[in-house]
């Protein structure tokens, strides 16, 4: 475990460093801009500020998918392949499982008595899931009719559209706030950037 976090840092930090080192270019770039023509900045940002409607690319996840018909159609196959995959995985949970080698190996997330522990809780869930899904497989077997009420209160769709209404809504107030004061944005920008730029080269030396 540990040896793919310090793998995980080793490979992302210099990509970070890089995007810190670009974006404090950009902002220095953007400051001075601000600070010599003002006017010129105004003009890319209003190119730039663009609308992008999540309406039309979440429209296909939006559709209903009915999928009723073929597991109708094919009840029995479905039923006997949950089965034997409930069945399977009962057999390893229930006599093949150990927590301790799994605390051993993320022990760098806990105590060695606290990661046991939460296994054996995630083992007990895992059973209690796969009997359940037992049950399920027989009555998609021999009875799928009797699914016809959870299909009922499971087969609603839920529309996105309303709950992303608030992210539809362009917001001026950060460009209004910039455009009425530029140059004092600008400084800040300037000093900003060229501080994080000394910082982050330090920090290479």
């Known amino acids: 475990m540990k040896a793919i976090i310090d793998l995980a840092v ?18 220095l770039v953007i400051g001075i801009l ?3 023509d003002s006017a010129r900045v105004m003009r890319w940002n209003y190119t730039l500020n663009r609308w992008y409607s999540t309406r039309q690319m979440l429209r296909p996840m939006a559709l209903p998918v009915d999928a009723k018909r073929a597991i109708y159609r094919w009840h029995r196959v479905l039923g006997v392949l949950i ?10 949970l229930v006599f093949n499982y150990a927590s301790r080698p799994l605390a051993s190996a993320f022990r760098d997330l806990g105590s060695p008595a606290t990661m046991r522990t939460a296994f054996d809780v995630l083992r007990i869930i895992l059973i209690i899931c796969n009997i359940a899904a037992l049950v399920a497989a027989a009555v998609l077997c021999f009875r799928p009719s009797l699914l016809k009420g959870l299909e009922a209160w499971g087969d609603r769709r839920f529309s996105s559209r309303q709950s992303l209404k ?5 917001h001026y107030g950060p460009d209004d706030f910039v455009r009425g004061r530029p140059r004092t944005i600008g400084v800040f920008l300037t000093v900003g950037s060229v501080y994080v730029l000394l910082v982050l080269g330090l920090r290479l030396l």
């Open 10 to 27: 080793y490979t992302i930090g210099p990509v970070l460093y890089a995007l810190l080192v670009a974006g404090a270019v950009l902002a």
């Open 34 to 36: 601000l600070i010599v």
């Open 83 to 92: 089965f034997a995959g409930a069945l399977y995985t009962l057999d390893m």
């Open 166 to 170: 608030p992210l539809e809504v362009m």
